[in-house]
């Protein structure tokens, strides 16, 4: 069974900055493509940042500069560090594996 399970969200004040990890498990990890994604209040969701399997990594516009993605095939785990943190950044932040799996999701709220 595929799990992901994401961790490190929170309230940060803007301009701040957070590093969300994802766990992975039940399949192998470096075979996959991994991907953030998010989901403001009474929104849609939306893509964040993918990671190929080749560590090729591709950005939305909205936080290209401000955020890196990585992974540790080793440690069978994601990582999204997001720096300077803008209220727009709120939202529920998911793992997704290249098939479509997400985890439960974790916080995140930019907010003075």
């Known amino acids: 069974e595929v799990q992901l399970v994401e961790s490190g969200g929170g309230l940060v004040q803007p301009g701040g900055s957070l590093r969300l990890s994802c766990g992975a498990s039940?399949?192998?990890?470096?075979?996959?493509?991994m991907s953030w994604v998010r989901q403001a209040p009474g929104k849609g969701l939306e893509w964040v940042s993918t990671?190929?399997?080749?560590?090729?990594?591709t950005y939305a516009d909205s936080v290209k500069g401000r955020f890196t993605i990585s992974r540790d095939n080793t440690k069978n785990t994601l990582a999204l560090q997001m720096n300077n943190l803008k209220p727009e950044d709120t939202a529920v932040y998911y793992c997704q594996r290249k098939t479509g799996e997400r985890g439960q999701g974790t916080q995140v709220t930019v907010s003075s």
């Open positions: 039940g399949f192998t990890f470096s075979w996959y493509g």
């Open positions: 990671i190929s399997v080749g560590n090729s990594r």
